[in-house]
């Protein structure tokens, strides 16, 4: 299968460290991920739409606009309700929230508990996959395909857009990481690929023909290009039961407990993210159970 970890013996170690050092680092590496991963999800979407303001304004032939710098790394963090820069304490991954209690150390404003979830979240993905695969490449990859999954999920139910800056490098790196760690599977990635895409795109088109509304976006064809990519065709159905079960589940209660919610847009990105996760780092025994059930 696409996702299997290799046996102990086929495993090039990046690092040999012994357990009591390894689970700490990795620990403390997820969280500093999952830290830049939250300046990602709030910057890169205005980013985008920096950018796709200032086409439109040279298409429409206006003066330029000289906006202030604003990228991954400038201006500095800042809190967003009263723009104060936060001192490099309160901005230590998960410590710096809790010692606040997720408050703004000069105006006292909340900080949304977004950033710490995602930290928690980016340790414990880092967790799980040293845990399967060690401290080897393949792992580096996987953690880096699970903390792409983490970031396109925030941002998506943030703001409804899954940016190609991040679907598509997803998928090249699903293929690239077939070539290295296992050639044999690499056709099954490419129809995987091939396959993600279509099959929601098919389903936009029959949804949009039959109702005349939008379904779900382009991003989200792309996004199951790229789990297609890294698993293999043979999973898409095993994600995609995944990822509508747990949207339709979820959705059902939040209408139930929140009546404003009903009739609204409910992206798709987030559950396509969670069923990815878990075919990469569950699929086999998952699919194993399902193959019983189905035949």
């Not at 139910?157 to 190609?164: A, I, N, Y």
Request: hydrophobic fraction near 55%; include cysteine; aromatic fraction near 10%.
């Amino acid at each position: 299968m696409a996702n299997r970890p290799p046996c102990a013996k086929e495993r090039p170690l990046l690092v040999d460290l012994p357990p009591t050092l390894l689970w700490p680092l990795a620990a403390v590496l997820g969280l500093c991920l999952g830290s830049f991963l939250n300046v990602v999800i709030t910057r890169l979407p205005v980013m985008l739409m920096r950018e796709w303001r200032a086409e439109a304004r040279d298409a429409l032939e206006l003066e330029a606009e000289s906006p202030p710098p604003f990228n991954l790394v400038r201006p500095p963090s800042l809190c967003p309700r009263c723009e104060t820069p936060i001192a490099w304490h309160d901005n230590i991954p998960l410590i710096g929230w809790l010692k606040r209690r997720g408050r703004c150390a000069s105006c006292h404003g909340r900080i949304s508990a977004q950033y710490p979830l995602v930290e928690l979240a980016g340790g414990l993905l880092s967790l799980a996959v040293v845990g399967l695969y060690g401290s080897t490449l393949q792992g580096l990859f996987i953690l880096g395909a699970c903390l792409a999954l983490l970031a396109m999920a925030v941002i998506d139910m943030r703001t409804q857009l899954l940016p190609d800056i991040l679907t598509l490098p997803l998928l090249w790196a699903g293929l690239l990481y077939q070539l290295v760690f296992q050639p044999p599977a690499l056709a099954a990635a490419v129809i995987g690929a091939m396959t993600g895409y279509l099959a929601l795109w098919s389903f936009y088109w029959l949804f949009k023909l039959v109702t005349g509304k939008e379904g779900m976006g382009y991003g989200d064809f792309k996004l199951l290009a790229a789990l297609g990519a890294w698993l293999g065709w043979q999973f898409l159905p095993l994600v995609l039961i995944l990822a509508a079960g747990a949207g339709a589940l979820v959705g059902i209660l939040a209408q139930l407990v929140l009546p404003r919610l009903r009739g609204a847009p409910m992206p798709f990105g987030p559950w396509l993210a969670v069923a990815g996760w878990i075919a990469l780092l569950a699929g086999e025994p998952l699919m194993a159970t399902y193959l019983q059930l189905v035949f």
